[in-house]
C-alpha cells in the first residue's frame, strides 16, 4: 500500500498497515486500531479526529516509542521506531507535570535527563519560559498556576528539547474556550519557528481545522483511516477569527457530515 | 490531634479575607470544639479521680490521676527504684530509634526495588505475605533468645514492625505512580534510574510519609514488648515491675511519658512532611 522510503530522507513519520491489539483486563483480546497508513511531511501539522475511544491517542503511543504496533511498520525519518527516539515531543491530555518540582524545575527536567549541564538547562528553560510569557512564574509550583499556565509549561518543557516530531494528545480539551484559542495561537507561532512536524489528535472538528495542514478522520473502533482532508486555508492563520470564514465553515461543513456517521455508529453502539 | 495547631491559623486567612459574617461562624465553632475538648477531658480525669476517691472504682486496680501524677513526679525528680528515669526513657528511644529508622530505611529500599521490578515483586510478594501474616510480637522471644537481653532484640523487633508497614506503602506509592508522568518523564529522556529517582520516588512520598505517621507508634511498640519479654532497662521493664509489685500508678505513668513521646514524634514528623510536601496545594478542610 504505501511505499517504503529509503532510510535517512523519508517522510517524518510513516505507519504502514498498522494493527494495534490490547489485552484487557479480563484476558480478551481488543483491536484499537487496524489498516492504518498515515504519512506526516517534514514541518507538516496533521490533525486526527474520530469518535471518543475510537483509537485516536494509540497512534501517539506507537509514534512515540512507548507501544509497539501488532502488525505492521512504524517509521520516523525513514527509520523504524525501535524504543523513545529523543527526536519525539509529547504533549499530555492531563496534567503530566511533576507537581513536585517549580515551574523552572519541570522545564529544564528534559535537558538535564539528557546530560545536559546545570547552567545551560537552566539558561534555555529561562528563555522558553519567558517565550510562553512565563518567566515570572519559574518559582511557583504548578498547583499555583491556572490551566492554561500549566498547558503552557508543559508546552516549554517539550519544546526546550527540539522535537522534530510532536505529538499532542488533545492537549487543550481541559481548558475553556477563551484559553485555547490563545493555547492554538501560541502553538502556531512556535510550530512555525521549529518546523516540527506535527500530529494533534483531537475530537475537536473546529481545533484541527484551525491548525492542521491536513485531517485524518477515523472510522469508530477498531479505528481505520476513513478520509484524508487538505486543509488549504492560508498561513499565518487567526485562530480567534478564522472560524468565521467562509471556507473555514466549508470545510468543516464537508467534515462533519463525514465524521457523523462515525459518531452516530459508536453512539448507537455503546448505547446498544 | 495536630491538626489543632492549623486550626487558628486557617481562621486568621478567613478573617484577613474579610467574609466577616463566615469568619465569625468559624471562630465561634472553633472555640466550641475548644470548650468540648476540655470539657471532655476534665470530665475524664475529675470522673475518674472522683470514683476512685469514693471508692467506686478500687485504686489498687484502677489508680487515680492524682496518684499517677504524684508517681510521675517522683520518678522525674528521685528516679525510680531501677535507676533514673531519664536512663530507661533513653533506652527505650534509642531501641525504637534505631528500629525506626533501620527499618524505614529497609522498607523504603525493598518497597521501591520490588515495586519497579515486576519479576522480583511476583517472586517475592508471596513470601511476604506469608512473613506478614505473622504476629509481630510472637517474634519477641525469638530475638530475645538469638539477640540477647540487651540492645538488638528489641531493635529487630522495632525493625520488623516498622518494615511491613513502610514496605507496603511504599511499594503501593510506586505502583500508583501517574502513568501519564512517567511515560512524559520517559519522552523527555530519563534513564530508568533518573525516572526511579525524580518521578517514582517522589511521588510515592506522600504514600511513604502516611506509613512514617503509624509505624513510629510501631517502633516503640516493638522496643517496649521486647523489653516486657526481657530486658534490664527500659520503660518496658518498668511496666513490667509495677505490674510486679501491683503498682498501678506507676504502669499508667509509663503510659503518660509514652503517650507523650509518641506525640511528639508525630508531630515532628507532620513537621517535616510540611516542610518537605510545600509543593502540594494547601488542604481545605483539614480541622479535625
Known amino acids: 500500500m504505501a511505499t517504503i522510503s529509503p532510510p535517512g530522507d523519508g517522510p517524518a513519520v510513516e505507519l504502514i498497515d498498522v494493527e494495534r491489539r490490547f489485552l484487557t483486563p479480563d484476558g480478551r483480546s481488543m483491536t484499537a486500531i487496524r489498516d492504518f497508513s498515515m504519512t506526516v511531511g517534514r514541518g507538516e501539522f496533521v490533525a486526527v479526529v474520530g469518535p471518543t475511544g475510537c483509537g485516536k491517542s494509540t497512534t501517539l503511543g506507537l509514534v512515540s516509542g512507548l507501544s509497539r504496533p501488532t502488525l505492521g511498520a512504524v517509521r520516523i525519518f525513514g527509520e523504524p521506531v525501535t524504543g523513545i527516539d529523543p527526536r519525539v515531543g509529547f504533549v499530555f491530555q492531563t496534567d503530566a507535570l511533576f507537581p513536585w518540582r517549580t515551574v523552572v524545575d519541570n522545564v529544564v527536567a528534559g535537558p538535564l535527563f539528557r546530560g545536559r549541564s546545570k547552567e545551560e538547562a537552566y539558561e534555555g528553560a529561562r528563555s522558553w519560559l519567558k517565550r510562553v510569557g512565563l518567566a515570572k512564574f519559574e518559582n511557583h509550583y504548578p498547583h499555583q498556576l491556572s490551566g492554561g499556565m500549566r498547558k503552557r509549561v508543559a508546552l516549554a518543557q517539550t519544546f526546550i528539547n527540539e522535537p522534530k516530531i510532536l505529538l499532542m494528545d488533545e492537549p487543550f480539551s481541559a481548558l475553556d474556550v477563551q484559553t485555547r484559542v490563545v493555547m492554538h495561537e501560541e502553538l502556531l507561532n512556535l510550530w512555525s519557528e521549529q518546523q516540527a512536524s506535527v500530529i494533534f489528535v483531537t475530537h475537536d472538528l473546529e481545533e484541527a481545522i484551525a491548525l492542521a495542514d491536513r485531517v485524518y478522520v477515523l472510522t469508530n473502533g477498531p479505528a481505520t483511516v476513513k478520509s484524508i482532508y487538505t486543509i488549504d486555508l492560508p498561513r499565518p492563520r487567526v485562530v480567534a477569527d478564522i472560524r468565521y470564514q467562509p471556507r473555514f465553515i466549508e470545510i468543516s461543513h464537508t467534515i462533519w457530515n463525514d465524521l457523523r456517521e462515525e459518531v452516530q455508529a459508536g453512539y448507537s453502539r455503546s448505547a446498544a | ?288
Open chain 2, 1 to 288: 490531634m495536630t491538626d489543632v495547631t492549623t486550626l487558628p491559623a486557617a481562621i486568621g486567612e478567613s478573617l484577613a479575607a474579610g467574609e466577616t459574617p463566615g469568619a465569625r461562624a468559624a471562630r465561634l465553632r472553633h472555640y466550641k470544639v475548644l470548650a468540648w475538648r476540655w470539657a471532655i477531658l476534665v470530665a475524664f480525669l475529675g470522673g475518674w479521680e472522683l470514683t476512685a476517691a469514693t471508692g467506686l472504682i478500687d485504686p489498687f486496680f484502677f489508680s487515680q490521676p492524682t496518684a499517677v501524677v504524684a508517681r510521675l513526679w517522683e520518678w522525674m525528680t528521685e528516679g525510680t527504684a531501677e535507676g533514673p528515669l531519664w536512663f530507661h526513657l533513653w533506652v527505650t528511644m534509642e531501641e525504637s530509634l534505631i528500629g525506626f529508622f533501620t527499618g524505614a530505611a529497609a522498607g523504603i529500599v525493598v518497597g521501591i526495588a520490588l515495586g519497579r521490578n515486576r519479576m522480583l515483586a511476583d517472586v517475592f510478594s508471596i513470601y511476604i505475605k506469608v512473613i506478614n501474616s505473622i504476629p509481630r510480637v510472637v517474634l519477641a522471644p525469638i530475638f530475645i533468645m538469638i539477640f540477647g537481653l540487651g540492645l538488638g532484640s528489641k531493635v529487630a523487633l522495632s525493625f520488623v514492625m516498622v518494615f511491613f508497614v513502610v514496605f507496603s506503602n511504599a511499594f503501593q506509592g510506586v505502583r500508583e505512580a501517574d502513568r501519564n508522568m512517567i511515560a512524559n518523564a520517559q519522552i523527555l529522556g530519563a534513564s530508568p534510574w533518573q525516572l526511579t529517582r525524580s518521578v517514582i520516588v517522589p511521588s510515592a512520598m506522600s504514600w511513604i510519609f502516611a506509613s512514617l505517621h503509624v509505624s513510629f507508634g510501631f517502633a516503640i511498640v516493638g522496643a517496649i514488648v521486647g523489653e516486657f519479654v526481657g530486658s534490664r532497662y527500659g520503660i518496658g521493664l518498668l511496666i513490667n515491675v509495677a505490674k510486679g509489685s501491683f503498682d498501678a500508678a506507676g504502669m499508667y505513668a509509663a503510659i503518660v511519658i509514652i503517650m507523650v513521646v509518641a506525640l511528639a514524634a508525630d508531630w515532628a514528623m507532620t513537621r517535616l512532611e510540611h516542610k518537605l510536601a510545600k509543593w502540594r496545594p494547601q488542604p481545605h478542610g483539614e480541622q479535625t
